[in-house]
């Protein structure tokens, strides 16, 4: 005779059951983020996922996945296959202007070198790899310099800002999920944080079930579905959807702040707290292949108080102080350095954030190509 | 209330056995009338009309129901008048322009902008059920065929709240019956509802969600990069509005069983029928039962009836037409959702003629087991391919973007 199924024991048995699969999930931590459909269901992506706001349905069919490095590389082209032999590869880090905030996939800066067709003194193919990713935080590139080690990258270029150097408390939203190697590439590599990154917390037992992570285990599987989409319309920036943009405002306010930096007496206490040492980092991790730091154009205006700012962000006494001290670091440490600040026009901006627009990724691709050139023939 | 006043008989409609009914009712509306003027309640309830306009409101209900309580037989006029009503308010609430514009005028009464008012929000949901449970009513009444019921159970069977937002549209008599003597719950009633729960909670919130994010949209259709893509989301978009609707029913049911109230079915696995009179006895059941008892009949009877004869075929056009044109427009009164509508009676028609052209022609076709099985299976994805391409109408927002897809998907642009 059939036993008779009772509904609350149903229950129970699930209620048991869910709890023993959260315990289970926290405890073997397993690396789901491993798990893609990207480069065999749908081609990698040309740049790490990402969308300005995410929200459930997105127009560039794109959601972040910062929490969970083998999920964002997973869904990368990068991580397609072994490098190819007859491939000189190179790795693009930096922020927003190098993901390419405002431009396709086929327009951003990594592409724009692809499309030249360059080849190294030995004959191998330079392809350019866009491994940015928006917002400012030099820690955060260090830490995907330090996974995507394993890619094998011929040639570094670090694409920074005066922004970049900048101790920002908001570097946690990056650096929190990855708290446990950041701590271990810090040791090793003897990196002295300002008091603002310290208390670094690992995740709580709690926070590594599967309740915990659900926040986390929603974007993974998001980022699996807008693979179809990206697979179907080669989109992945709403931002980039419009090759046009209006012109910008010429004029800034009469102000010379910058941030707790009121005016060019500041200038030492300003360029004393920039982490230039971060560079160092970079450079011990990239191992043999050069590390080329280039401080990319930014938007200058020419109208109203331009005597006063270069843009809305940076005052001009900011902005000089810190690229002279940048200079001068550099030059200390004997690492490439390129200073390209004033390398654009203002209509080659897709924005006053220092955004390129097709046009301007295509002439800084065209005035970097010399120096991938360089460093592709030892 | 209104609706109730006007089918009750006077048996029914005693203040002494209705007065708990009509004081719950009002007692709610004051209720959230009121919850405006709480500072924390403020974030739980949207705006809502001020307290002053939902009394007045309630008076005139109350005053109106208790009037017409008073009329000792319903004339067939005053059941017109208010099906009439009720049609109204539908197409103004279905109709884009003509919402907008009511928008307008309750925006420049309350002295704001369009877009501020558009905060005052005009939707009402779950209307398109509620109007046909109660234009159902009306018309039974009409027919002398609706039970009495009182005031409780009338508004309980409108407002039901499993099925309120999206149906099945349950009919009153066989609704009341559960609701005067509960069905029981037993263990195997609630694996039951705990099944459809979570099924349904699943086929909602995973599934047809996940289809969402791939489903053919406006933008899509000058994105996609292929005809193949452009199949493959229409595709996504026939299995997300299924598994979204019956997910929905679903939990509707399930949760109904927990109330002791079993709601009818609502699909039976349509896109496993192999033509599309049968796709539509299994998609929406409720709905196209509805259009059937109180249209599709009618209208036919009435053709076959009529001095004017007319021959077969054209009556089974008309009524076939008619009806889903209707259904399409239940939707939402727009052009694309009348093409939808067209495209599926025009689709019941020629299956209707070609079904007897080959049943007086080839009266053995399909005999054979292995026949039947090959016959069987082109039907099932005939007709998926079918409703499939007709959803470039239901889900794309203009006629230009529906034939843009078409062209696209058979690689013509």
């Given at each position: 005779m059939e036993r008779p199924v009772h509904a609350l024991r149903v229950l129970v048995k699930a209620f048991l059951f869910f709890v023993l699969l959260n315990l289970l999930f926290a405890w073997f931590d397993p690396p789901i983020g491993k798990l893609t459909a990207y480069n065999w269901l749908w081609p990698g992506r040309l740049r790490f996922p990402y969308a300005d706001s995410p929200g459930y349905y997105s127009?560039?069919?794109?959601?972040?996945?910062?929490?969970?490095?083998?999920?964002?590389?997973?869904?990368?082209?990068?991580?397609?296959?072994?490098?190819p032999a007859d491939e000189f590869r190179v790795f693009l880090l930096g922020d927003?202007?190098?993901?390419?905030?405002?431009?396709?996939?086929e327009d951003m800066l990594a592409e724009q070198f692809n499309r030249l067709g360059l080849t190294s003194c030995d004959g191998r193919k330079i392809k350019a790899y866009d491994l940015g990713y928006p917002w400012p935080s030099l820690l955060r590139d260090v830490l995907i310099l330090d996974y995507a080690n394993q890619y094998q990258p011929d040639m570094v270029i670090w694409l920074v800002t005066l922004h970049s150097f900048e101790k920002k408390s908001a570097d946690r939203e990056f650096l929190v999920p990855h708290?446990?190697?950041?701590?271990?590439v810090i040791a090793e590599h003897q990196l002295v944080l300002p008091k603002v990154y310290s208390g670094q917390a690992e995740p709580a037992f709690w926070d590594k079930t599967i309740l915990g992570q659900r926040e986390r285990l929603k974007k993974l599987i998001l980022n699996q579905a807008y693979g179809w989409m990206w697979s179907a319309t080669g989109i992945d920036n709403a931002n980039g959807l419009s090759k046009d943009h209006p012109a910008f405002p010429q004029d800034a306010l009469a102000d010379v702040s910058y941030f707790d930096y009121q005016s060019p007496n500041d200038s030492q206490a300003l360029t004393r707290s920039l982490m230039f040492d971060i560079i160092r980092v970079g450079r011990e991790i990239a191992g043999d292949a050069p590390l080329v730091v280039i401080n990319e154009p930014i938007f200058i205006i020419s109208g109203q108080n331009r005597d006063l700012r270069y843009n809305?962000?940076?005052?001009?006494?900011?902005?000089?102080?810190y690229r002279q001290s940048l200079a001068d670091w550099m030059n200390a440490q004997g690492d490439p350095y390129y200073d390209t600040w004033n390398a654009l026009p203002v209509s080659e901006f897709s924005n006053d954030m220092s955004h390129r627009d097709p046009q301007g990724e295509k002439r800084f691709a065209d005035l970097l190509s010399p120096i991938l050139q360089d460093f592709s023939c030892p | 209330m209104l609706a109730w006043a006007i089918t009750a008989p006077p048996e029914a409609r005693g203040l002494r056995s209705n007065w708990p009914g009509l004081a719950v009712l009002c007692g709610a509306i004051l209720l959230v009338a009121f919850s405006k003027s709480l500072p924390w309640t403020r974030d739980f309830f949207p705006a809502s009309a001020s307290l002053v306009l939902a009394g007045g409101a309630l008076a005139v209900f109350v005053g109106l129901a208790v009037g017409l309580s008073f009329i000792k037989t319903q004339s067939r006029l005053l059941l017109g008048v208010a099906a009439l009503g009720i049609l109204a308010i539908f197409i103004f609430l279905k109709s884009p322009g003509l919402s907008e514009r009511l928008l307008t005028f309750i925006g420049d009464w309350r002295g704001r902008t369009l877009d501020d008012s558009a905060a005052f929000n005009i939707a009402w949901l779950g209307y398109s059920y509620i109007a046909f449970r109660l234009l159902h009513t009306l018309r039974d009444r009409q027919s002398g065929v609706l039970p009495a019921v009182g005031l409780a159970e009338y508004v309980n069977y409108a407002i039901f709240f499993p099925s309120f937002t999206a149906g099945p549209i349950d009919r009153l008599e066989r609704f009341v019956k559960d609701l005067?003597?509960?069905?029981?719950?037993?263990?195997?009633?609630?694996?039951?509802?705990?099944?459809?729960?979570?099924?349904?909670?699943?086929?909602?919130?995973?599934?047809?969600?996940?289809?969402?994010?791939?489903s053919i949209t406006d933008a899509l259709v000058g994105q996609a990069r292929s005809p193949g893509w452009l199949w493959l989301e229409l595709c996504a978009y026939s299995f997300r509005i299924y598994f979204d609707f019956s997910g929905y029913t679903d939990i509707a049911i399930g949760m109904?069983?927990?109330?002791?109230?079993?709601?009818?079915e609502n699909f039976a696995a349509p896109f496993l029928k192999p033509n599309l009179a049968q796709f539509w006895s299994a998609w929406h059941i409720t709905l196209t039962q509805w259009f059937r008892a109180y249209f599709f009949n009618p209208f036919t009877r009435s053709l076959r009836t009529s001095k004017l004869v007319l021959p077969t075929w054209l009556i089974i056009l008309l009524t076939q037409v008619g009806t889903m044109l209707l259904i399409g427009l239940w939707h939402g009164l727009t052009w694309n959702f009348a093409l939808w509508g067209l495209w599926h009676g025009l689709g019941l028609f020629l299956q209707n003629r070609w079904s007897e052209f080959l049943r007086l022609r080839f009266p053995d076709l399909g005999a054979g087991r292995a026949a039947r099985a090959f016959f069987r299976v082109t039907g099932v994805l005939l007709t998926f391919a079918y409703f499939t391409l007709g959803l470039v109408f239901f889900a794309l927002s203009m006629p230009q973007l529906s034939f843009a897809a078409l062209m696209k998907l058979f690689g013509m642009s």
């Amino acid at each position: 005779m059939e036993r008779p199924v009772h509904a609350l024991r149903v229950l129970v048995k699930a209620f048991l059951f869910f709890v023993l699969l959260n315990l289970l999930f926290a405890w073997f931590d397993p690396p789901i983020g491993k798990l893609t459909a990207y480069n065999w269901l749908w081609p990698g992506r040309l740049r790490f996922p990402y969308a300005d706001s995410p929200g459930y349905y997105s127009l560039g069919y794109n959601v972040p996945v910062i929490e969970d490095f083998d999920a964002m590389f997973g869904a990368h082209i990068l991580s397609a296959g072994p490098k190819p032999a007859d491939e000189f590869r190179v790795f693009l880090l930096g922020d927003s202007a190098t993901w390419g905030g405002h431009v396709a996939p086929e327009d951003m800066l990594a592409e724009q070198f692809n499309r030249l067709g360059l080849t190294s003194c030995d004959g191998r193919k330079i392809k350019a790899y866009d491994l940015g990713y928006p917002w400012p935080s030099l820690l955060r590139d260090v830490l995907i310099l330090d996974y995507a080690n394993q890619y094998q990258p011929d040639m570094v270029i670090w694409l920074v800002t005066l922004h970049s150097f900048e101790k920002k408390s908001a570097d946690r939203e990056f650096l929190v999920p990855h708290a446990e190697r950041m701590a271990e590439v810090i040791a090793e590599h003897q990196l002295v944080l300002p008091k603002v990154y310290s208390g670094q917390a690992e995740p709580a037992f709690w926070d590594k079930t599967i309740l915990g992570q659900r926040e986390r285990l929603k974007k993974l599987i998001l980022n699996q579905a807008y693979g179809w989409m990206w697979s179907a319309t080669g989109i992945d920036n709403a931002n980039g959807l419009s090759k046009d943009h209006p012109a910008f405002p010429q004029d800034a306010l009469a102000d010379v702040s910058y941030f707790d930096y009121q005016s060019p007496n500041d200038s030492q206490a300003l360029t004393r707290s920039l982490m230039f040492d971060i560079i160092r980092v970079g450079r011990e991790i990239a191992g043999d292949a050069p590390l080329v730091v280039i401080n990319e154009p930014i938007f200058i205006i020419s109208g109203q108080n331009r005597d006063l700012r270069y843009n809305h962000v940076y005052p001009r006494w900011a902005y000089d102080a810190y690229r002279q001290s940048l200079a001068d670091w550099m030059n200390a440490q004997g690492d490439p350095y390129y200073d390209t600040w004033n390398a654009l026009p203002v209509s080659e901006f897709s924005n006053d954030m220092s955004h390129r627009d097709p046009q301007g990724e295509k002439r800084f691709a065209d005035l970097l190509s010399p120096i991938l050139q360089d460093f592709s023939c030892p | 209330m209104l609706a109730w006043a006007i089918t009750a008989p006077p048996e029914a409609r005693g203040l002494r056995s209705n007065w708990p009914g009509l004081a719950v009712l009002c007692g709610a509306i004051l209720l959230v009338a009121f919850s405006k003027s709480l500072p924390w309640t403020r974030d739980f309830f949207p705006a809502s009309a001020s307290l002053v306009l939902a009394g007045g409101a309630l008076a005139v209900f109350v005053g109106l129901a208790v009037g017409l309580s008073f009329i000792k037989t319903q004339s067939r006029l005053l059941l017109g008048v208010a099906a009439l009503g009720i049609l109204a308010i539908f197409i103004f609430l279905k109709s884009p322009g003509l919402s907008e514009r009511l928008l307008t005028f309750i925006g420049d009464w309350r002295g704001r902008t369009l877009d501020d008012s558009a905060a005052f929000n005009i939707a009402w949901l779950g209307y398109s059920y509620i109007a046909f449970r109660l234009l159902h009513t009306l018309r039974d009444r009409q027919s002398g065929v609706l039970p009495a019921v009182g005031l409780a159970e009338y508004v309980n069977y409108a407002i039901f709240f499993p099925s309120f937002t999206a149906g099945p549209i349950d009919r009153l008599e066989r609704f009341v019956k559960d609701l005067r003597a509960p069905l029981p719950l037993k263990n195997d009633d609630w694996l039951f509802a705990g099944q459809r729960l979570a099924a349904g909670l699943f086929k909602k919130f995973f599934v047809a969600d996940l289809l969402a994010l791939v489903s053919i949209t406006d933008a899509l259709v000058g994105q996609a990069r292929s005809p193949g893509w452009l199949w493959l989301e229409l595709c996504a978009y026939s299995f997300r509005i299924y598994f979204d609707f019956s997910g929905y029913t679903d939990i509707a049911i399930g949760m109904a069983r927990l109330m002791r109230v079993r709601l009818p079915e609502n699909f039976a696995a349509p896109f496993l029928k192999p033509n599309l009179a049968q796709f539509w006895s299994a998609w929406h059941i409720t709905l196209t039962q509805w259009f059937r008892a109180y249209f599709f009949n009618p209208f036919t009877r009435s053709l076959r009836t009529s001095k004017l004869v007319l021959p077969t075929w054209l009556i089974i056009l008309l009524t076939q037409v008619g009806t889903m044109l209707l259904i399409g427009l239940w939707h939402g009164l727009t052009w694309n959702f009348a093409l939808w509508g067209l495209w599926h009676g025009l689709g019941l028609f020629l299956q209707n003629r070609w079904s007897e052209f080959l049943r007086l022609r080839f009266p053995d076709l399909g005999a054979g087991r292995a026949a039947r099985a090959f016959f069987r299976v082109t039907g099932v994805l005939l007709t998926f391919a079918y409703f499939t391409l007709g959803l470039v109408f239901f889900a794309l927002s203009m006629p230009q973007l529906s034939f843009a897809a078409l062209m696209k998907l058979f690689g013509m642009s």
